[in-house]
């Protein structure tokens, strides 16, 4: 009796597969003619306007058909390699222009401040790090305002207008960059790389870039690490507490940070947590 019914199983399933199979076939041969003549007039309209275009450019004189090569071509001679190393030290300092620029303002500050006060919460993921990096930047736009409009004054408006070259609309432009970045950097972060450097007796506006921009780095890396570590200071408090108590209870067994986690945010919503960073981070740039 099992045999027969196994049987009568397969029988009855063999004819339901084949009907679904011709339904299935029945629905995609329109698709597949349509696809078919869709492709027939996609050929015939690209020869058609290979054929017009070959025409065109026999018959009218002076019109060529536009070619465009990408490759290596064999260089005639050391100024075509000397352009080619200059192309190319330029697509470099292209890519690293954004890292430059951001290593140069108050970004460097504020991502990593940020940064430590989500670590601080203990959360991992949450803000994300786009968030943190977007409200970086803004604040950085916010802060490097009077700098830029100082730049857009004194050295890109007098550029556009012919009035100034190249070179002078760029010490103009460095020499506000470098003033923002001198009012921030520790002096014995600067005089570091200056005697490192070699440099005697120097005024601070003389000084150049190459001394500025690493002893700014390092201030700013040592300020940030500064109040990152103030920012801490609440926060184990709270773990210590909370600790505390699930020792005193006999709860050995609980995660101390199943009970703190709530706490901190719970105390950082209370006293309003952002606008107390943001506030002590522009304040921090003397605004």
């Known amino acids: 009796m099992m045999l027969l019914d196994q049987q009568l199983e397969t029988e009855t399933r063999v004819p339901a597969s084949r009907h679904d199979f011709r ?20 050929l015939e309209f690209t020869l058609s306007a290979q054929t017009s275009s070959s025409s065109l450019a026999t018959n009218v004189p002076g019109l060529m058909p536009f070619r465009l090569n990408l490759g290596v071509e064999a260089a005639n001679g050391p100024r075509d390699v000397d352009m080619a190393i200059k192309v190319l030290f330029a697509l470099t300092m292209l890519a ?3 890292s430059i620029i951001l290593l140069m303002t108050s970004f460097t500050r504020i991502v990593i401040v940020l940064s430590f006060v989500r670590t601080a919460l203990s959360l991992q993921g949450t803000p994300a790090n786009q968030i943190i990096i977007g409200l970086s930047l803004f604040i950085t736009f916010f802060v490097m305002s009077p700098v830029w409009d100082n730049i857009n004054r004194d050295a890109l408006q007098p550029y556009q207008a012919s009035q100034i070259s190249g070179d002078q609309a760029l010490e103009q432009a460095s020499r506000h960059v ?16 200056a005697s490192m450097a070699k440099l005697g007796p120097t005024a601070p506006d003389q ?8 002893g700014f780095i390092i201030s700013e890396l040592r300020t940030a690490f500064q109040m990152g570590f103030l920012l801490f200071v609440p926060f184990i ?32 919503v209370l006293v309003d947590g952002w606008d107390l960073i943001v506030r002590s981070l522009v304040q921090s740039f003397g605004y």
């Open 178 to 193: 470098r003033a923002f970045m001198l009012r921030q950097a520790r002096p014995r972060d600067v005089e570091l790389f």
């Open 237 to 268: 408090l709270i773990d210590l507490v909370v600790a505390t108590v699930l020792m005193s209870l006999g709860m050995m067994m609980m995660p101390p940070m199943t009970i703190s986690l709530p706490l901190k945010i719970l105390l950082f």
């Open 96 to 98: 690293l222009a954004p």
């Open 23 to 42: 339904a299935a076939a029945r629905r995609v041969r329109p698709l597949l003619m349509w696809a078919i003549l869709l492709a027939i007039l996609q």
């Open 207 to 214: 000084l150049p870039l190459k001394v500025v921009i690493p």
